[in-house]
């Protein structure tokens, strides 16, 4: 990935202050504001590169559409269910957490809940604030071989099992991605939801909240739980349907609940804040000293690495750049870009576009694994779009923008000898172009032009003109009049190998025509590109 510019980043919450001085130290330019109310986030946003948020900062589609410089959003905390991911990535705006920033005192949370739950510290502590000692009213349970189920086996589950085996419980589990001997390795038995609910005494959520997961925990499934069992919510608002919980306790089918975390926060319904069986917290999982540093740390720190092209951590939404952080993929990526780019100028005037068929050949590790990562594809969209798109396309937003364009797009790899190879063919306006360009010499450079093989490889650099036209003995000085005296110097020329009628030729020129139809007498088509 070629390093990104940032100059500006707003801070517009508390975080540690370690955040602001890595970003300082390294030349970026910070500016916190607490508190802004969404108008005030609104007319300013625009001033600024980066914005850092935690969790109360809601970054929706209206500020991202006045974010008009703005190339990341970085959370300070696991979780980006606060900023409208889908917004920023059809803006080509990096969304980034710190996946492991408060894993642990999450999980310490967790415990301290189940904990509270099993001997009903919190409540015992309240009764004996009121001057009362009752002994009978608190008496609790055991935890030791009690049946835990862990539902998202992430970083904080695992972290929530292993502390919680060393109560003696067993720990089951559940998530969709974990591979089953995976979790197994740290003493956690995966099973199927309809398996995990009926067989625990207590459960603990650990998702992400996203339509799969909302109200995961609702009237049917604590049905088929066991009667009493106990559940714990220190990840999102909203797995746990409050109101079936609420009347799952009241039935006595839930025995209790601990709660970090609630659909509205703070919650207008109390209901369950004042339920007896209910210990609630005000959003606390990530309130350790220790979190809070090392959130601010590795967001500032990923900013950083990612402006200076090191590597990309934690982005939700930008996995084409994963490859993109070798010397080498940043040639294959201007490769594609110029192609893409060459493409739009040829097809400049036929519309719509309807088609790309991207083609990699060779043995190089670099192009099987552009054949495999996609960013071949996303950088030849962003040269063939970037002329074409009121939203500035980029190796983010760029498939969204082709697919919304119904652009069919279509990507395969191949093993041939030789140097790497990347072919792209357009259909637009029911017409065919063809490009072929490889890495030579560490410059991308052109080889082929719908069907004319050039002598030699085209550099895809500086301004280039490409025209159709019958090779005869007087075409270059005939060009070369016309360019000068409309005040552009031939720097170059490059003719193909072979002569079919009308072949494609290309000259440097010392800057672009103003107006391409002043070749029409002397060619039969015309292209021309900076790059």
């Known amino acids: 990935m070629a390093p990104t510019s940032i100059k500006s980043v707003l801070i517009s919450e508390s975080v540690d202050p370690r955040c602001r001085a890595i970003l300082e130290e390294n030349g970026i330019l910070v500016t916190e504001k607490q508190n802004m109310k969404k108008e005030e986030l609104i007319a300013e946003i625009g001033l600024y590169d980066g914005l850092v948020v935690r969790s109360a900062t809601k970054v929706t589609a209206d500020i991202i559409s006045a974010a008009h410089n703005l190339k990341i959003i970085g959370r300070a905390g696991t979780g980006v269910d606060n900023v409208d991911v889908n917004a920023a990535t059809h803006k080509g705006i990096i969304v980034m ?214 590597n990309l951590v934690g982005a939700v939404n930008a996995q084409v750049l994963a490859g993109t952080f070798s010397q080498e993929s940043h040639l294959l990526i201007k490769l594609g870009e110029s192609l893409g780019a060459l493409l739009q100028s040829c097809s400049a005037d036929k519309k719509p576009l309807s088609r790309v068929q991207i083609t990699t050949q060779g043995e190089t590790a670099s192009l099987t694994c552009f054949s495999c990562t996609g960013y071949m594809k996303s950088a030849v969209l962003v040269g063939l779009l970037s002329q074409d798109c009121e939203c500035r396309p980029n190796l ?11 652009i069919e797009v279509s990507q395969t790899h191949g093993a041939s000898e030789g140097n790497g190879v990347c072919k792209v063919e357009l259909v637009a306006g029911g017409c065919s172009y063809r490009v072929s360009g490889s890495v030579q010499g560490g410059a991308p450079v052109l080889l082929e032009l719908n069907g004319s093989v050039f002598r030699q490889p085209i550099a895809l650099c500086g301004n280039l003109l490409f025209f159709r036209a019958s090779g005869g003995p007087q075409l270059l000085s005939s060009m070369a009049g016309v360019l000068a005296a409309n005040g552009v110097e031939i720097q170059s020329f490059s003719a193909p190998t072979a002569h079919p009628e009308d072949p494609w030729h290309c000259v440097g020129v010392s800057s672009l025509l103003p107006d391409l139809s002043v070749l029409k007498p002397s060619v039969k088509d015309a292209a021309q590109l900076q790059i």
């Not at 983010?396 to 119904?406: A, D, F, G, T, Y």
């Open 396 to 406: 983010i937003n760029v498939l969204s923008l082709s697919k919304q364009k119904e």
């Open 97 to 310: 957490n710190t996946p492991s920033g408060n894993t642990i005192s999450a999980a310490e949370l967790t415990c301290a809940l189940l904990m509270s739950l099993s001997r009903n510290v919190p409540q015992a502590v309240m009764s004996m604030k009121e001057g009362n000692w009752d002994r009978k009213k608190f008496m609790g349970s055991e935890l030791y071989g009690k049946v835990l189920g862990i539902v998202g086996l992430g970083r904080i589950g695992k972290e929530v099992a292993t502390r919680m085996q060393a109560f003696g419980m067993k720990t089951v589990g559940y998530d969709p991605i974990t591979p089953l001997e995976v979790s197994a390795t740290w003493g956690v038995e995966q099973m199927s939801l309809e398996q995990l609910w009926p067989l625990c005494d207590y459960i603990t959520v650990h998702t992400p909240l996203m339509p799969s997961t909302v109200g995961l925990l609702n009237d049917n499934t604590f049905a088929k739980c066991k009667k009493g069992v106990k559940v714990v919510n220190c990840a999102r608002g909203g797995i746990i349907d409050e109101a079936a919980l609420l009347r799952a306790l009241e039935s006595g089918q839930c025995g209790g609940a601990g709660l970090d975390v609630f659909n509205e926060e703070p919650p207008k319904n109390r209901s369950l804040v004042d339920h007896p069986n209910v210990i609630c917290c005000p959003h606390l999982g990530a309130s350790t000293k220790e979190a809070q540093a090392r959130c601010g740390e590795d967001i500032a720190q990923q900013i950083v690495d990612m402006v200076k092209g090191k």
